[in-house]
T-cell receptor, first 113, second 117 residues
Framework: SAVISQKPSRDICQRGTSLTIQCQVD?????MFWYRQQPGQSLTLIAT?????????ESGFVIDKFPISRPNLTFSTLTVSNMSPEDSSIYLC??????????FGPGTRLTVL | AQKVTQAQTEISVVEKEDVTLDCVYE???????LFWYKQPPSGELVFLIR??????QNEISGRYSWNFQKSTSSFNFTITASQVVDSAVYFC??????????????FGTGTRLTIIP
């Protein structure tokens, strides 16, 4: 299975600031994704991170709010911009392996005051 | 549109009992993948299984087993001889294989399982 690391593991931020979350995977993967899990809720896909091009966003999520980069096959970043308390969530990086299994990183627990 | 329903919000059983977690899905595709994940109190999401829609064989892995029934669009998960370490939230998820939705996982709302010692 793929081993995924995320940094930071948690953060407490002030309203109006931005936070960049990093995701690194230890092996070749076909796809990388960013999900959000709001408190007590299920997971929702934010976007698919595309290598060398703009991410593909799901309905309700926009690039200005959640800019994403994927400079190579095994690394991606998600920025949560101009944060508000409603952005308090766990943000999870996910990868699809070569045999179509899908793994998740440990998550970044974000609290916005 | 794809949809996953986990009707059981919370289940509690006494240790060593068997428990089944239900998952019902909706999709227009004939080719799709079904997943189960475990999220223990520590928060990480642990991959348990991926099942291709063409493979209707039931699967067993230790105390875990999965029953896939296309006729009822269900992919239920059974834990036999439950243990306290099985306490977690369990998510069922669906991924369609058509071009547009190829890689997107749609999750159910999860079932919180508590094993009482």
């Amino acid at each position: 299975s793929a081993v995924i690391s995320q940094k930071p593991s948690r953060d407490i931020c002030q309203r109006g600031t931005s936070l960049t979350i990093q995701c690194q995977v230890d092996s070749q993967v076909t796809m990388m994704f960013w999900y959000r899990q709001q408190p007590g809720q299920s997971l929702t896909l934010i976007a698919t991170a595309n290598q060398g091009s703009e991410a593909t966003y799901e309905s309700g999520f926009v690039i200005d709010k959640f800019p994403i980069s994927r400079p190579n096959l095994t690394f991606s970043t998600l920025t949560v911009s101009n944060m508000s308390p409603e952005d308090s969530s766990i943000y999870l990086c996910s990868v699809r392996s070569l045999n179509n299994e899908q793994f998740f990183g440990p998550g970044t627990r974000l609290t916005v005051l | 549109a794809q949809k996953v329903t986990q009707a059981q919000t919370e289940i509690s059983v006494v240790e060593k009992e068997d428990v089944t977690l239900d998952c019902v899905y909706e999709t227009r595709d004939t080719t799709y993948y079904l997943f189960w994940y475990k999220q223990p109190p520590s928060g990480e999401l642990v991959f348990l299984i991926r099942r291709n829609s063409f493979d209707e064989q039931n699967e067993i892995s230790g105390r875990y087993s999965w029953n896939f029934q296309k006729s009822t669009s269900s992919f239920n998960f059974t834990i036999t001889a439950s243990q306290v370490v099985d306490s977690a939230v369990y998510f069922c998820a669906l991924s369609e294989a058509n071009e547009r939705h190829r890689e997107k996982l749609t999750f159910g709302t999860g079932t919180r399982l508590t094993i009482i010692p």
